[in-house]
C-alpha cells in the first residue's frame, strides 16, 4: 500500500482551463495578437505559464513582447483564477475518503506557488498534507525537484509514493522522481493523445475510479 499521493493540479484536481484561457486571450488582446481556442490553450498547459505564453504567441520566447505579454497575463489571472475554475466532480469526496484511508496528499504543481496554495486552501481546506507549486528555487517539472522537496518533508520513500497527473509532463516527472505513475483522461489530455505517448502506466476515466484504484474493497 502506498502512504502518500501526489496529485497534479490542472486537469486532475481542479478544471482551470477557463481562466487560464481567458488570461491568455486578455493579454494577446492587449498586444493586438490573435486570440487561442480553448483547445489551444488545453494543448498548451502543462509547462506552467512561462511556457503556455510562448507557446501562444509568434517566435514564443524570441517576441520582443514576451515578457510584456507573460506580465500581463500573470496581473490578469492573479485577479480571476477563482472566476471559472471548479473541483472536477466528485474530487472532494474522493480525496476525503483517501485521507480516512490513512493516505497522506499533496499537490505538486508547475502552477505559480501563491496560486496554487490559494486555489487549494479556498477548495480544499484541511485535505492536504502538502502543497508544493512552481518558486525559484526548484526546477518546475518534470524536473523531479517539487517531488523530492515533497518526499523529503513528508518523509516518505520514493516506492511508498504514486504521482497523479493527466498529461506527459506529469509522466515524466514520476518516472524522473523514481515513482509510481497513474494517469487520468478526464483532463487535459485525451486517451487519443496519451496513446501517441505509449505510456506504460495504469490510466483511470474518473474521479471515483482514482479512490477506487487506491482503496481497494
Known amino acids: 500500500m502506498k502512504k502518500l499521493l501526489i496529485f497534479d493540479l490542472d486537469g486532475t484536481v481542479l478544471n482551470t482551463l477557463d481562466d487560464l484561457a481567458n488570461a491568455v486571450n486578455h493579454a494577446l488582446t492587449v498586444f493586438g495578437y490573435e486570440n487561442k481556442s480553448k483547445e489551444f490553450v488545453r494543448k498548451a498547459i502543462g509547462n ?3 511556457v503556455l505564453i510562448s507557446r501562444c504567441i509568434e517566435n514564443g520566447m524570441d517576441n520582443p513582447n514576451y515578457k510584456d505579454v507573460l506580465s500581463t497575463f500573470r496581473k490578469h489571472y492573479f ?9 472536477y466532480e466528485n474530487m472532494l469526496h474522493t480525496l476525503t475518503n483517501l485521507k480516512k484511508h490513512g493516505y497522506k496528499l499533496a ?3 508547475n502552477k505559480i506557488h501563491e496560486v496554487t496554495s490559494n486555489l487549494i486552501t479556498h ?4 485535505i492536504f498534507d502538502m502543497i508544493q507549486g512552481d518558486v525559484p528555487t526548484l526546477n518546475k517539472k518534470p524536473n523531479p525537484d517539487m517531488v523530492n522537496r515533497v518526499l523529503n518533508e513528508l518523509k516518505i520513500g520514493n516506492d511508498e509514493a ?3 497527473g493527466d498529461t506527459n509532463v506529469d509522466y515524466e516527472t514520476a518516472k524522473n522522481s523514481n515513482i509510481d505513475v497513474l494517469l487520468v483522461t478526464y483532463g487535459y489530455r485525451t486517451k487519443e493523445e496519451m496513446k501517441e505517448y505509449h505510456f506504460d502506466c495504469p490510466t483511470v476515466d474518473s474521479v471515483l475510479d482514482i479512490e477506487h484504484y487506491f482503496i481497494r474493497k
Not at 477548495?123 to 484541511?126: A, R, V
Open 79 to 87: 485577479s480571476h483564477y477563482l472566476d471559472n475554475t471548479i473541483p
Open 162 to 164: 504514486c504521482y497523479i
Open 48 to 50: 506552467g505559464v512561462a
Open 123 to 126: 477548495y480544499f481546506p484541511g
Open 107 to 109: 499537490v505538486v504543481s
